[in-house]
């Protein structure tokens, strides 16, 4: 289908579906059921918007995510209860909770007791038998206090039988040649195909899923079959959430085009299916290096893909991951934690699940103490503060390293920025003694299980009993910090849209009064806890080794809401040219090198939920370039583009440098490192 490049305000979408449902309940109340003839509606067009990369929200990059069953997961099976949970899964590590679907649950045709999940009556609504729309909003900001974050499952592509949208936009469903609702799949009997080819069902779609962002406070989606769904769709809602804040994106696909400019993140299924191999027998050890190879090959290094042993299918439908994966299950968790990905786990494991939990009936998780509660608290810290394991290209890339036994043994080594991780396994069911090939993993390590401290070098050999392993790290000091601290609110959100890499060169083809210029923002002292701090760094296009820009700002947030970036010259800039591009050469600078450039502040303010606004106050910015007296500032910040207007003025208020029409459009090329 044809996807314009202009984008409509949302107040407009609104009116327009709401005209569209007054429309048609109007047709219907004034003629026989059977006589409906729904096409006479007036035709919506489909959204106008400008797709726009996929930019990873800044606490997303060494995060792990945990899989809610909220049913299965107390008594009662309530928000409430689940909330008593939360000092033991954030003591674990956890960053992401993605709820499996909360919203009120089919009744006509449903499957069992209580229903499926993903068998949506309401899209805007909370299941009774979980809470109320009101509990679940405190508990997302009980979650967001504790600084975690909350993705929601959510079921674009079908829904219940007697959703209302069966009523008021019946054109939105697919039909058979007789007319009648079809579920997506034969075996999906409980629910009913939807119609993407009705322009009016994006505007609803992305308007519902807004609500949750904007209304509700939620950090983003994990997309049922996100690939029966377009993927000009899901650009276009990202576009639109984004609006809100930076939004997290998580797939139920494996579409490697998924990434550029709708996901952050999709399913491993690949690596999942050959771990489920490996633990049979099916599979030598060395497919895991040839499945890396192949993965690095097909997806965007900034590409995160979520490495499981369970999730809520493979439980239910597939068997637990000890029916699946054997004695091996701990060894495969082992390594979804630690090759390239976001690890996932699925409620119960860390209390050692073991039965398959019911579907569509009430079977609630055994809860114990376990040991691989404190095994997964180890592996979750790891991954928060070893950058050798932070997600997407934040991470280190895998060295495969081989030993004497590949089939049966599994070894590599990540490295990033002074960090490593070493990881060698034993996927098979004999005892395996081996040695290891070269020397890139000779060094000091400690043991991240047990805490030893472990040397590797020439002479190391290991013996591994069936099913082993050994993880072990080693981290330069003051590394492994987050790139901005988990945080919520304006100034959070404002931070992390001014971090990356810009280009006003789409402006400057386009109109020759302005140059193709390229500006880096980039974080820097990332632990001091009062104010988010960027390195800056602009040149022209042509001359990116000789910036004429160097400077630092620092965020901080003000009594009366707004936010004040101070901006700081940095002594012998020279020196740092460039160093954004290795954090580092950053590490020479400290905050008491720079000197405040008085009266240059911008404040900025949150526009009506899309975005930042701001300037200089007053004359106070002094100014002698081209004779002036006094520059100034305009800022427009959103989610992927900064617009910048810099004048300098003499002082009788003339302007003698700057543009005239109006400031600079950079547009986000990429994430911050």
């Not at 993705?151 to 054109?171: C, F, K």
Request: proline share 5%.
């Amino acid at each position: 289908m044809d996807v314009f490049l202009r984008k409509r305000s949302a107040s407009w979408r609104l009116e327009r579906v709401i005209w569209l449902a007054l429309a048609l309940a109007l047709v219907l109340s004034c003629q026989p059921r059977q006589q409906v003839q729904v096409e006479q509606a007036a035709p919506l067009d489909f959204p106008q918007f400008d797709p726009q990369p996929v930019v990873h929200p800044l606490w997303s990059h060494n995060a792990s995510i945990y899989e809610v069953n909220v049913r299965q997961y107390s008594p009662g099976g309530t928000f409430a209860e689940f909330e008593k949970h939360l000092p033991r899964l954030k003591e674990m590590g956890v960053d992401i909770l993605w709820f499996m679907p909360v919203h009120p649950i089919g009744e006509e045709q449903r499957k069992g007791t209580l229903g499926s999940y993903y068998s949506v009556k309401d899209y805007y609504g909370v299941n009774p038998e979980f809470g109320t729309l009101d509990e679940f909003r405190a508990l997302v900001e009980r979650i967001h206090d504790m600084g975690m974050y909350v993705l929601i499952d959510w079921v674009a592509n079908h829904s219940a039988w007697d959703n209302d949208l069966t009523r008021t936009n019946p054109d939105w469903y697919i039909r058979d040649v007789h007319g009648r609702f079809v579920p997506p799949v034969a075996d999906w009997s409980d629910v009913i195909d939807l119609n993407f080819n009705a322009p009016g069902l994006w505007y609803y779609m992305a308007d519902a899923m807004r609500f949750w962002v904007e209304d509700v406070g939620i950090d983003g989606f994990r997309c049922d079959v996100a690939g029966m769904v377009p993927l000009e769709f899901w650009n276009y809602l990202r576009v639109e959430l984004n609006e809100v804040k930076p939004v997290f994106m998580l797939a139920e696909w494996e579409s490697p085009e998924a990434h550029d400019f709708a996901f952050d993140m999709t399913y491993a299924w690949g690596l999942h299916h050959l771990m489920t191999k490996i633990a049979k027998g099916m599979a030598p050890a060395s497919g895991i290096g040839a499945y890396l190879a192949e993965d690095a090959r097909r997806y965007p290094g900034s590409a995160y893909r979520m490495n499981f042993t369970s999730n809520h299918d493979e439980n239910s439908w597939n068997g637990t991951v000890y029916e699946r994966m054997g004695d091996g299950a701990v060894t495969m968790a082992v390594l979804a934690a630690t090759l390239p990905g976001m690890p996932l786990v699925y409620s119960g494991q860390e209390a050692g699940l073991s039965h398959r939990l019911e579907f569509f009936e009430k079977d609630e998780i055994r809860w114990r103490e376990h040991v691989l509660a404190d095994f997964y608290a180890r592996l979750l810290d790891l991954k928060k503060e070893n950058r050798a394991l932070w997600n997407g290209d934040m991470g280190g890339s895998v060295t495969w390293l081989h030993t004497t036994n590949d089939a049966g043994v599994f070894a590599f080594l990540r490295e990033k920025e002074g960090d490593r991780v070493f990881v060698i396994l034993n996927l098979s069911r004999q005892e395996q003694i081996v040695t290891l090939e070269g020397d890139a993993h000779h060094g000091g390590y400690r043991n991240v299980l047990d805490g030893e401290a472990v040397t590797l070098d020439e002479l190391t050999s290991f013996a591994l009993e069936p099913w082993d392993f050994r993880v072990l790290a080693a981290s330069t000091p003051g590394r492994g910090l987050l790139p901005f601290r988990p945080t919520e609110g304006a100034m959070g959100i404002l931070a992390t849209w001014m971090t990356g890499s810009f280009s006003s060169a789409e402006q400057a083809e386009a109109d020759t009064n302005y140059f193709d210029i390229r500006l880096e923002m980039h974080p820097i002292w990332r632990h001091l806890e009062d104010s988010y701090w960027l390195y800056v760094e602009q040149a022209l296009a042509t001359h990116l080794d000789e910036p004429y820009g160097q400077r630092v700002y620092r965020l901080s947030r003000q009594a009366d809401g707004s936010i004040r970036s101070d901006v700081y010259t940095i002594p012998d800039p020279v020196r740092f040219v460039g160093a954004w591009k290795e954090s580092d050469q950053l590490g020479e600078l400290t905050p008491d090198d720079l000197a405040i450039k008085p009266g240059c502040a911008i404040i900025l303010k949150r526009t009506a939920g899309t975005g930042f606004e701001g300037g200089t106050v007053g004359v106070g910015c002094l100014s002698e370039l081209r004779g002036a007296a006094y520059a100034t500032s305009e800022i427009k910040v959103t989610s992927n583009r900064i617009e910048s207007w810099d004048r300098g003025f003499d002082s009788e208020g003339n302007q003698v440098w700057g543009p005239v029409y109006g400031g600079y459009v950079f547009k986000k090329t990429k994430v911050s490192r």
